[in-house]
């Protein structure tokens, strides 16, 4: 953890064909001006300065795209974005979690309840649409069919729009739409974050559990669970017994355990 935060990105490359930053690519850019952004604003404060985020993403883009003829906002890179933080200790010991999330990365958080998850599922609508528009669709792997690829391209026109789905992005303002979620938690129990690219072990492939796949990683698992992940892709390398649009997902899980000092 940052101090008392910690979080997980997971970048997006816009519709265009060309890089517009000077990052490996425009969603590992991104997600890097995040990371660099949220370390200084977590040590002064944290989840309540999203809008000066939102802001100085706003700036570092503008910088980094200032010669490039941008047509729309469509070619503008975007994130999901998870974050942790811990409030005060409760009177019985107990620590108070904080989380705030945009998009589909997941936070699985042990409570006196089981493990429960924290995610943002605005999105899920628009991917039922894609997954709809890749049933009968002829494909190869490391190709995107057609009428998929347009099904995407209409599902951005709903990026940070009341009716849509909302990320980090550049271009259309976000901060204040995150969730919240709030929990009380043991001392140095173990929580996870997520990329839902890791998630399709539970989501997609329903191998786990959350409760289990939790377990797995709080069991020093991690790096046995990221090669079963990427097995059972190769396994299924035309996803025709579990439809999906990217056969291999980037995935990135942390596992962090809260104390207070």
Request: charged residues 25%.
């Amino acid at each position: 953890m940052h101090g008392h935060a910690a979080w997980i990105i997971d970048g997006a490359t816009g519709v265009s064909d060309r890089k517009l930053t000077s990052g490996g690519s425009d969603a590992a850019w991104l997600a890097g001006t995040i990371d660099e952004r949220l370390t200084h604003l977590a040590s002064n404060g944290g989840s309540e300065h999203f809008d000066h985020l939102e802001h100085s993403i706003r700036g570092a883009f503008e910088a980094e795209t200032a010669y490039a003829d941008l047509p729309g906002d469509e070619h503008a890179p975007s994130a999901c974005l998870g974050f942790l933080r811990l409030l005060e200790r409760s009177a019985s010991g107990l620590l108070r979690l904080e989380g705030h999330f945009l998009g589909d990365v997941v936070a699985l958080v042990p409570t006196e309840n089981g493990i429960v998850r924290w995610t943002d599922e605005r999105s899920k609508p628009f991917e039922r649409r894609t997954l709809a528009a890749l049933e009968g669709a002829s494909r190869e792997p490391g190709a995107m069919p057609e009428a998929v690829r347009r099904q995407i391209q209409e599902n951005r026109t709903r990026l940070n729009h009341p009716e849509g789905y909302w990320v980090v992005n550049p271009r259309r303002p976000w901060a204040g739409r995150q969730l919240r979620f709030e929990a009380a938690i043991a001392p140095g129990q173990p929580v996870v974050l997520a990329t839902d690219g890791f998630m399709r072990l539970v989501d997609v492939f329903a191998a786990y559990s959350d409760s289990s796949i939790h377990a797995g990683l709080s069991a020093g698992e991690g790096e046995r669970l990221m090669q079963e992940l990427r097995k059972r892709e190769r396994e299924d390398a035309w996803a025709g017994l579990y439809p999906r649009v990217k056969i291999h997902d980037d995935a990135t899980v942390l596992v962090v355990a809260p104390e207070h000092e």
